[in-house]
């Protein structure tokens, strides 16, 4: 499995950025993919997640009203993760990632496959 993150880069205060995460190698199923962050000096974090067939999703209280993750529907095995309303302390690389295994999960630990990350700068 390979996932391949895209659309990082350098935002305003209040701007938006769309990412999106190209998975390949196999069919996902009922599993679930994420997106996760790590800031300078911070541990890397959960942001949000969906079901890869169905409508489940959950997100950190910390993007939630701002940030939507789903299917790209326009690309096949590919979630985005539209960030609206992006603030300084969004800046981080994010990362997808995909879990192999039934049930949500938000913990880092319980994905088996990563992409390689994007970096997000949200300039204040």
């Known amino acids: 499995v390979q996932l391949q993150a895209s659309g990082g880069g350098l935002v305003q205060t209040g701007g938006s950025l769309r990412l999106s995460c190209a998975a390949s190698g196999r069919t996902f199923g009922s599993y679930f993919m994420a997106w996760f962050r790590q800031a300078p000096g911070k541990e890397r974090e959960f942001v949000a997640y969906t079901r890869w067939n169905g409508y489940i999703t959950y997100y950190a209280d910390s993007v939630k009203g701002r940030f939507a993750i789903a299917r790209d529907n326009d690309k096949r095995n590919a979630v985005y993760l539209q960030m609206n309303s992006l603030k300084p302390e969004d800046t981080a690389v994010y990362y997808c990632?995909?879990?192999?295994?039934?049930?949500?999960?938000?913990?880092?630990?319980?994905?088996?496959?990563w992409g390689q990350g994007t970096l997000v700068t949200v300039s204040s």
């Open positions: 990632a995909a879990r192999t295994v039934p049930g949500a999960s938000t913990i880092e630990a319980q994905y088996d496959y």
